[in-house]
């Protein structure tokens, strides 16, 4: 029989060859937004190695959006057609390529992690931040501009126009970033939200945003193509956003139209305590699945083949995200498939080196 982990799922008409994917990574290599060379590689690497979805990084929907100078965008069509050469060899190889659709909120502008990751001054050309309020994200952070009611409105519409390009460079999915406290989990968080207007306040008003972008960009990209939306299920603290409101928040993004809610946790703040273990957040996307009745993956901390393929056949998750031990090693799904003794096409080049149990 089959592991489950190599069972293909097919979200809308896309068939996805397996339930491995590799979960959005920031390479922090762009100029001007636009993927470089790099991006080719790294991405097509893990295309060659066997995963069935690639999900390029977090990726600005506006240029201040970004986390670091030297983040990918698609606001301008520069940007679309460098990713339609990447997207191609990503598809050539069996892959889907995704893309992670993204506002870094009070968390943009900041440095990439080799030199510090902190606030960039103005002298390394720093931009004025935005959030939901003026409350800056941490000590030596600046204080974000807090968006009026017609700048959230258009933003909306820059997600969708983000979508739009995502479908001319050949992206097969988009998933929305609401997590990891940028900007739509700034709105989610009343940690970071302390808004009195529609935008704040009640859950319903907290979500209003995120499920307007989530509507947009459902309508902006092609309806056989999946929209995927990856959540913080818990900020890890008292009084903050937790998997009761992530579960209320995923039913409304299933009747938007979402396709599969990605469940990650943390980063609203720096301070939250976070019982960091192997398969720790798997919990969070067991019950959104179960609760809100929508398809999820599984992200963090998931290595082993054994692991995976536990919480794909116990149903926690639809298909579970790798992020650093893809970095590792970019064939962690064919060495996968070896592991639990399934035959799955190598690439032809490198037919070669294919174990023989598994040839
Ligand atoms: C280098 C690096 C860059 C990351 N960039 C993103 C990103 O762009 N978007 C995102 O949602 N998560 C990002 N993450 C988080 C990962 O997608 C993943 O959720 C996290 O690393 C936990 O999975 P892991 O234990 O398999 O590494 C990044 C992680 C790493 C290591």
Redesign the pocket.
Known sequence: MTPHLFTPLRLRDVELRNRIFV????QYSAEDGVPTDWHLVHLGSRAVGGAALVIA??TAVVPEGRITPACTGLWNDAQARAFARITAFIAAHGAAPGV?L?HAGRKASSSVPWLGGRALTAAEGAWRTVGPSALPFAAGHPQPHALTPEEIEALVERYAEAARRAAVAGFQVVEI?A??GYLLHQFLSPLSNRRDDEFGGSLENRTRFPLAIARAVREAFPASLPVFV?ISATDWVDGGWDLAQSIAFARGLKEAGVDLVDC?SGGAVPDAKVPVAPGYQVPFAAAVRREAGIPTGA?????EPEQAERIVAGGEADAV?????L?RDPYWPLHAASALGVDVPWPKQYLRAKPAAAR
């Open positions: 979960s959005p990574m920031c990084e977090k992670q993204g970033h997590a990891h990856r990650s992200v963090g901390l998931i290595t995200l790798l992020a650093r031990e970095l």
